[in-house]
């Protein structure tokens, strides 16, 4: 699973593309140890963190917290980033679910 619930925070795993053509979920990439990621492409250019407010803006109107309830917390500068999401545990839970069900079935169809 992309996501961890530790009861007060979730820590969500992504691997970003940044410089797409479009801002959006692209799936589920598991790496060679097994370790599933979120990928979600990004607009913006990896220069300045403008890659990365892209992706914490992004997260936060999907999931409808704030930007200041989610933080990268490693792979600042890299493709693929642990993020925690304060708060709101349940709901964000819910919606990780939700994604991954739609990713399952759009990869059924296909």
Known sequence: MFYFDNNDTVILQVKISPNA????????FTDSDN???LKISVI?????GKANKE???FLSK????SKSDIE???GETGHFKKIIIKNQTKQIVEK???WNR???NDCANN
Do not use: C, M, N, T
Not at 21 to 28: E, F, N, V
Not at 44 to 48: G, M
Not at 62 to 65: A, P
């Open 62 to 65: 999907e999931l409808g917290v």
């Open 35 to 37: 370790k599933d990621f």
């Open 96 to 98: 990780f679910e939700e």
């Open 72 to 74: 990268i917390i490693s």
């Open 44 to 48: 913006s250019v990896p220069e300045k």
């Open 55 to 57: 992706l914490i803006k």
């Open 21 to 28: 053509s479009s801002l959006a979920i692209k799936g589920i």
């Open 102 to 104: 739609k990713i399952q």
